[in-house]
């Protein structure tokens, strides 16, 4: 809604209650502008609508795929995009993605744990609502800003600056963006999936990724000892999510199934099946079995009959059954159909390398089957991303018949190879690798999972050498301030980052003539005006 149209419409409120004594049209247009979304459901429901179109563009133009940084406090997300407005001035197709790993490490009550689903599930929405928060107070912040230039403007006469300003505000873009929250295995049963999903949809999320692992043997996707669950379970929790979604009216919620088959080996039920070929047979057909004959059958054994054969799965001590070996590729093509032919969204596939023939290879599969299947995929610091395409730089010249005695594939990663031919190709495959997977591979959406947990170890490494060694003072002035101010980095003045200037602007509605404000000719943060 317009900034006049809302202005009409307060002193029409105000001029009808003539006890509202001294309050001003223009303060409450100016309040709602800034208070857009008024509840996490509002946000879920706008957000939804973005990544569907995000969504259908992508269909259309693989080059329209769309990227998200994984944050773990609300201020890194609303700094992540403060930038993307500042450098690129549109935050289309730039997503948050809330990392199940760093709530975990981060914001469990418990300390730093691992990725297991050992945090507190309420940690999640609790964050999905933090992340929402810092990113309207990044709208309120920047619109109060136009606010005080338009009375700047009215100030000094030019009624040109003002009408440009009343524009930039009804063509304002909101810093709010879509969140893709990750519900780990649902936290229990499709009940517990349930419940803790209209949590998350509530405090915001429009998405929600769930992986088809077992909730109380959950592993992080880059670790080992992963254990899945036949379909039929997996396809209960996607219809929680489902209804979770109908429920709270976010009809267009998002659903990304992720399967961790590529690096599981194992399962802890074997499927139930009705019939030769069903989907609890497919399940089971991947299982390591051996032939039993008539007389090979001990106590405690578990059989299964296939045709007229019986067979013995492979059971560990755990009481976990084993996949065969060679077979991951073939489980996580059925589990994405099955996924999307259940009502899933999106798809994640959680590889072991960033490949992109290993990840085209499984989506062509699935593609003969659902033409439009889309991936979101995990450009995961737990890859070395460096050593992994300096090999497959290597391999690629092996194949090619070029020389490669000047190289040790072993030892790619030294800093020797940095200027080297392959070194620098490696690179450019690095820095085309987003775009080059959503053309090929059916990537929509390319997310970096923890990418703040270590710039922010990196950066304070960094100015704990310094500012504990000889540097002193200048490690943080020369390293931080200094470089905040030349590159604009608008948390230089985090009084006003913080809602001092919103504070006074609340105080002169509230108080009038006698609001005692902070932002005086004395406070410091003047020092940055230039």
Not at 148 to 153: E, G
Not at 200 to 205: D, F, K, L, T, W
Not at 435 to 443: C, E, Q, S, Y
């Amino acid at each position: 809604m317009s900034y006049q149209k809302l202005l009409e419409e307060a002193e029409h409120l105000i001029g009808g209650n003539e006890c509202w004594t001294g309050m001003t049209p223009e303060a409450v247009a100016r309040m709602r502008l800034q208070n857009r979304f008024k509840t996490g459901l509002d946000i879920a429901k706008y957000t939804a609508k973005v990544m569907r179109r995000d969504m259908d563009a992508y269909d259309n133009d693989p080059s329209k795929y769309t990227q998200s940084l994984g944050c773990w406090h609300g201020f890194i997300g609303q700094q992540k995009i403060i930038s993307i407005k500042k450098h690129f001035k549109s935050t289309e197709r730039r997503y948050l993605y809330l990392s199940g790993w760093m709530v975990a490490a981060l914001r469990s009550e418990f300390g730093p744990l691992p990725d297991q689903s050992m945090h507190e599930k309420t940690t999640v929405p609790a964050l999905i609502n933090e992340l929402y928060t810092f990113l309207r107070q990044a709208d309120a912040r920047e619109l109060g800003d136009l606010f005080r230039q338009i009375d700047k403007a009215r100030e000094a006469g030019d009624a040109v600056k003002e009408r440009q300003l009343t524009s930039a505000i009804d063509d304002f873009q909101t810093h709010v963006v879509p969140v893709i929250a990750d519900i780990d295995a649902g936290f229990g049963n499709a009940e517990a999936t349930y419940l803790l999903a209209k949590k998350m949809i509530e405090a915001g999320a429009c998405a929600l990724q769930i992986e088809n692992q077992v909730s109380d043997e959950k592993q992080c996707g880059h670790q080992d000892g992963k254990v899945t669950v036949p379909h039929e379970d997996f396809v209960a929790k996607i219809r929680a999510l489902r209804y979770a979604f109908l429920e709270m009216g976010v009809d267009d919620g998002v659903i990304v199934a992720r399967t961790d088959s590529l690096g599981a080996g194992l399962t802890k039920q074997i499927a139930f099946s009705v019939s030769e070929g069903d989907i609890g047979d497919q399940y089971n057909s991947f299982l390591d079995c051996e032939e039993v004959g008539a007389g090979q059958r001990s106590n405690g054994d578990v059989l299964l009959t296939r045709g007229d054969k019986v067979l013995r799965p492979k059971r560990l001590r755990s009481n976990l059954y084993q996949f065969r070996p060679g077979t991951g590729a073939d489980r996580c093509v059925l589990d994405c159909i099955n996924a999307l032919q259940n009502g899933a969204d999106l798809l994640w596939i959680e590889t072991e390398k960033p490949h992109i023939e290993q990840i085209a290879g499984m989506v062509d599969r699935i593609r003969d089957v659902v033409p439009n299947a889309k991936l979101v995929y995990n450009n995961s610091p737990s890859f070395n991303w460096t050593l992994n395409f300096r090999q497959q730089v290597f391999d690629a010249w092996v194949e090619q018949g070029r020389d490669v005695s000047e190289y040790d594939r072993a030892k790619l990663m030294s800093v020797d190879y940095d200027g080297t031919e392959l070194g620098k190709e490696a690179d450019e495959r690095i820095r085309t690798f987003q775009r080059d997977a959503a053309k090929r591979a059916g990537i929509f959406h390319h997310l970096i999972t923890l990418p703040t947990y270590h710039t922010a170890a990196l950066s304070t490494d960094n100015l704990a050498k310094e500012y504990f060694g000889d540097q002193g003072m200048l490690g943080y002035v020369a390293g931080v301030q200094r470089q905040e101010i030349r590159q604009g980095i608008a948390a230089v003045k985090h009084q006003n980052m913080a809602g001092s200037d919103l504070g006074d602007d609340h105080k002169e509605y509230f108080g009038g003539d006698a609001a005692l404000k902070a932002a005086g000719e004395h406070n410091t943060m003047n020092q940055f005006a230039a």
